[in-house]
């Protein structure tokens, strides 16, 4: 018995491995996205940018500041001059956490009562404001512990941290895993969906009786990639729901906005499958591609890991990655309240790849149908 299963083994094994595009799609995407996530799924922090507002600019205040700039987590950008240009920053993004320090620091100090200083953290990454928290406690602990060495006082810690979560205040992590949660369940179904549409229509021998009814390629492929479309706007919307209801994750921001961004997404998603399953002979050769497509689009996405902190080569990548505009989208009507003007850097991006893969996709067809 084991003769012919060896026998069955080296069978297979053989018709896996003389296939040039079997051989290709085993040893080459794999290294590929080896390399690539090696360094773009990172939790390390590197060159946070950060704001400080000193308004005691004394000895002791700057001498806060250089623990912090002097660290290789942590970038200064900005000095704001009050509250709101604080929030500016943290709104915009141009600064992850802003760093205040009271006018009254150094007669806190001084008077050997805890001086506190505020800590004002972007919280629509939770994973990312706890990782910059435990940095900034540590760099205070060690001001703290050198303040305490020189002036010879150890009852109580010279500085501690008031700190404020924007967007986040209890840095739940279900408020920034679930609203991603959407973008990423509707792509896994919509490509899915679409992807083996026309890959089963030949697998099971019926595509050449759809080339000849009176139906031209493009309303083949629109009758393809619609119902992926409305699948995949539908299982958004249960996602959303429950989101709301189930975990109590705030919708602050315009319902117009988001399913607005969700459309674009779908439709840049659908005609990315339909591109695959164009390309597709069986449904396996399906499902491998659309593997093959899902497993990078999630990883440089911000689904887990910052975008910040990858290369500049990759971020630059990821501009052509439809989820990673969508993230922004839900997160930020979810978390941040923001509006339909507000989002638009990040609607024409998965328009344009919409656009694009969809003539892609009909170009494909067109080809494979003749």
């Not at 660290?71 to 709101?84: D, E, H, I, Y």
């Not at 001086?115 to 602990?141: C, H, K, W």
């Not at 999630?298 to 501009?319: R, V, W, Y």
Request: charged share 10%.
């Amino acid at each position: 018995m084991w003769t012919r299963v060896l026998a069955l083994i080296v069978k297979e094994l053989l018709a896996v491995f003389k296939d040039p595009k079997s051989r290709m799609v085993l040893v080459g995407p794999p290294l590929i996205q080896l390399l690539v996530f090696s360094y773009a799924a990172t939790f390390d922090l590197n060159h946070v940018p950060i704001a400080v507002y000193d308004q005691d600019r004394s000895a002791a205040s700057r001498d806060l500041v250089a623990s912090f700039t002097g660290s290789s987590v942590f970038q200064l950008v900005a000095s704001p001059r009050n509250g709101q240009d604080m929030d500016a920053l943290i709104d915009s993004r141009q600064a992850a956490m802003v760093l205040s320090i009271d006018r009254r620091f150094t007669r806190d100090l001084l008077l050997h009562r805890p001086a506190p200083v505020q800590l004002i953290v972007d919280g629509r990454n939770s994973n990312t404001a706890l990782l910059m928290l435990g940095y900034a406690n540590s760099i205070i602990n060690q001001f703290g512990l050198s303040w305490s060495k020189a002036h010879g006082h150890v009852a109580l810690p010279p500085a501690t941290l008031d700190v404020r979560a924007r967007y986040n205040p209890n840095l739940s992590s279900q408020w920034f895993i679930v609203p991603g949660i959407v973008a990423l369940l509707t792509q896994v179904v919509t490509l899915l969906v679409v992807g083996l549409t026309v890959a089963r229509e030949r697998e099971a021998g019926t595509f050449d009786q759809l080339l000849v009814t009176p139906m031209r390629p493009i309303d083949i492929l629109l009758g393809k990639g619609l119902p992926g479309v409305l699948i995949g706007c539908v299982e958004a919307s249960l996602i959303i729901l429950a989101a709301m209801i189930w975990f109590q994750v705030p919708l602050r921001g315009s319902l117009p906005a988001l399913y607005f961004g969700l459309f674009l997404f779908v439709t840049s998603v659908t005609g990315i499958g339909l591109m695959i399953s164009s390309l597709a002979v069986t449904q396996q050769q399906a499902l491998l591609g659309a593997f093959l497509f899902m497993v990078p689009s999630i990883i440089l996405s911000g689904f887990a890991t910052p975008i910040a902190n990858m290369p500049p080569l990759i971020q630059a990548l990821t501009q052509a990655n439809p989820m990673r505009h969508f993230l922004v989208v839900v997160r930020g009507v979810f978390l941040e309240g923001a509006s339909f003007s507000s989002l638009m850097p990040h609607f024409w991006p998965m328009a344009l790849v919409a656009i694009l893969s969809l003539i892609a996709a009909g170009w494909l067809f067109r080809r494979r149908s003749y």
